[in-house]
């Protein structure tokens, strides 16, 4: 059933909070598959094979896991970026050394965030980014995403919309997570792509008709 049917069209808040909660009830095993699942879905798009450097993140709680798709990007020679949350919620950006070179670091009673280590390289570094990977907890049918509304990916898409950058935005969710619309503000933009277990939804730039490979 999706988080959205039988009712009308949810706030954010209200959708975040469905979500998180259908979240909590996976069992650990099917958060651990659908980690594989998605890694094996993903290592095979055209645009994360061809690009030399992905902004990604690490996966925390029953998030969809990201730890085996930054492994496969690493091991085939990627450049992978992992962000640091700083105190104004804007993000700094280090690289990814394998797992042994993230740090536990503890961003409010209940969550611990794992980060990269090294060296520091700046807001900036975003936009050498080919392809960045978004946390996310919805996305619809016109490539809208719903994050968890700290307002960190804004600052990044906004950052990269000034610049003119042009990397390739998805996002991993399960797929009861794909929903028919999510609620917009001003500043809101669209994805081109959504991994799930299930398949890879794009959606064309500027909207439309989603596709499905």
Request: charged share 30%.
């Amino acid at each position: 059933m999706s988080v959205t049917e039988g009712g009308a069209e949810p706030d954010k808040r209200s959708l975040r909070r469905r979500i998180l909660s259908m979240r909590s009830g996976l069992p650990q095993d099917d958060v651990e598959g659908a980690s594989l699942v998605l890694a094996a879905r993903a290592r095979d798009l055209t645009e994360l094979s061809r690009a030399r450097t992905v902004a990604a993140y690490v996966s925390v709680g029953d998030e969809p896991g990201t730890l085996p798709l930054l492994d496969e990007l690493r091991a085939r020679g990627v450049r992978v970026l992992l962000p640091v949350l700083l105190d104004d919620n804007d993000l700094d950006w280090g690289r990814y050394e394998g797992p042994e070179s993230l740090v536990a670091v503890p961003r409010t009673a209940r969550m611990t965030l794992r980060e990269p280590g090294g060296p520091r390289l700046g807001p900036e570094a975003v936009l050498e980014a080919d392809a960045v990977l978004l946390p996310g907890l919805a996305v619809d049918d016109r490539g809208m995403r719903l994050g968890r509304g700290g307002g960190s990916y804004d600052r990044v898409l906004a950052r990269l919309e000034r610049a003119g950058a042009d990397p390739w935005l998805v996002v991993l969710l399960y797929d009861t997570e794909v929903v028919a619309r999510v609620p917009v503000e001003a500043h809101d933009r669209p994805v081109h792509a959504v991994v799930t277990p299930s398949g890879v939804h794009r959606f064309p730039t500027g909207g439309g008709t989603p596709g499905r490979a």
